[in-house]
């Protein structure tokens, strides 16, 4: 017999954790991942930040809005955008450990976007960092 999965599905909505709502945030980066090149495509960089003012709700949960950034040589400009705003040396970098990102703040305009779902045509609204604002 396989291992049973202790799920506790029962309280968990499909909806996804909670997400920022729209407005100008001190996004902190809470974890990096790398996905890899795939055929033509290049790597992506997703980043979940959170808002570093804010403190967890009584279920330990925080709204948190997510990040790609493709590291296409058209595109690494947003990643860059992201590392100038939080004032870190990393942006001039040619190579960088993702565990130096973890932490990063930077302020940020986060908006709603609305997609449909390819399968039900269900229309959802996620959250999105529209742009990042440099630091003065």
Same mark, same amino acid.
């Given at each position: 017999?396989?291992?049973?999965?202790?799920?506790g599905l029962a309280d968990v909505s !499909?909806?996804?954790?909670?997400?920022?709502? &729209?407005?100008?945030? !001190?996004? @902190?980066? !809470?974890?990096?991942?790398?996905?890899?090149?795939?055929?033509?495509?290049?790597? @992506?960089?997703?980043? +979940?930040?959170?808002?570093?003012? =804010?403190? &967890?709700?009584?279920?330990? #949960?925080? @709204?948190?809005?997510?990040? %790609?950034?493709?590291? #296409?040589?058209?595109?690494?400009?947003?990643?860059?955008?992201?590392?100038?705003?939080?004032?870190?040396?990393?942006?001039?970098?040619?190579?960088?450990? +993702?565990?130096?990102?973890?932490?990063?703040?930077?302020?940020?305009?986060?908006? =709603?976007? %609305? =997609?449909?779902?390819?399968?039900?045509?269900?229309?959802? !609204?996620? =959250?999105?960092?529209?742009?990042?604002m440099n630091a003065d």
């Amino acid at each position: 017999m396989s291992p049973l999965l202790n799920a506790g599905l029962a309280d968990v909505s !499909t909806d996804g954790p909670p997400q920022l709502e &729209p407005g100008v945030y !001190t996004l @902190q980066a !809470t974890k990096v991942e790398v996905k890899p090149p795939i055929d033509d495509k290049a790597a @992506q960089v997703v980043v +979940t930040f959170v808002d570093a003012n =804010a403190d &967890p709700g009584a279920d330990g #949960s925080i @709204q948190s809005v997510r990040k %790609t950034f493709s590291m #296409s040589k058209a595109a690494k400009c947003y990643f860059k955008r992201w590392l100038v705003a939080a004032g870190s040396d990393l942006a001039e970098a040619e190579e960088i450990d +993702t565990d130096d990102l973890i932490g990063l703040q930077a302020k940020a305009v986060v908006v =709603a976007n %609305t =997609a449909s779902d390819k399968d039900t045509g269900e229309v959802r !609204t996620y =959250a999105n960092v529209g742009k990042f604002m440099n630091a003065d």
